[in-house]
């Protein structure tokens, strides 16, 4: 292994550690408790280091969103990938996009809510983003119905989604009706 190698090895090593760690940072504290100082104290390099990788806390943000997204995407097509059933394939969905979302608040932030100066519905969309959409769409498409174009109809679908878990998530929805929730959505929304 050259110098070079080893170097590029180890800087994409300490990228990946400054990402794990605002990670579990802002799922045990919020994204507040995650400044450069911190971050750079709990991985043990300087800051100067740290901006060496991320010019900021919003490209951090950033990296993580796309971390997060690559995850959605993958829990996503494992969940509907047991059915061929179009309407039990869309519960499906609909269970593990709310899951992901209750399982990792901080990061369905960062994907959602915060700015990390990512492009959403652009040319210039990161891969992991499009490929998130594309995992709602492999589902939805069969349901979206005759007429209804199926990346408006994913979006129409998301929408409700995101609310869900967001309002869920803010007490304004009791957790215990979420299973009739997703019934609600499913029926009402997907053509079959």
Excluded at 30 to 40: E, H, I, P, S, Y
Excluded at 90 to 117: H, I, K, Q, S
């Amino acid at each position: 292994m050259s110098v070079q190698e080893r170097k590029q090895r180890e800087r994409a090593e300490r990228e990946r550690l400054i990402v794990a760690t605002a990670r579990e940072l802002a799922e045990r504290q919020g994204w507040d408790a995650v400044t450069t100082r911190r971050l750079a104290e709990r991985i043990e390099y300087s800051q100067p280091v740290l901006y060496s990788h991320f010019r900021g806390k919003r490209e951090i943000i950033g990296a993580v969103a796309l971390e997060g997204a690559a995850e959605l995407a993958a829990a996503l097509r494992a969940a509907t990938s047991a059915s061929d059933d179009p309407r039990t394939r869309v519960a499906d969905l609909a269970r593990a996009y709310l899951d992901f979302a209750t399982r990792n608040p901080a990061v369905y932030d960062a994907m959602f809510e915060l700015d990390g100066g990512l492009a959403f519905a652009e040319e210039d969309t990161p891969a992991p983003l499009k490929d998130a959409f594309a995992a709602l769409l492999e589902t939805l498409d069969a349901v979206a119905g005759d007429g209804v174009h199926p990346g408006l109809f994913t979006e129409v679908f998301w929408a409700a989604l995101h609310g869900l878990a967001t309002l869920t998530r803010a007490g304004r929805l009791p957790a215990r009706d979420a299973e009739t929730r997703v019934g609600l959505l499913v029926d009402r929304l997907a053509v079959t």
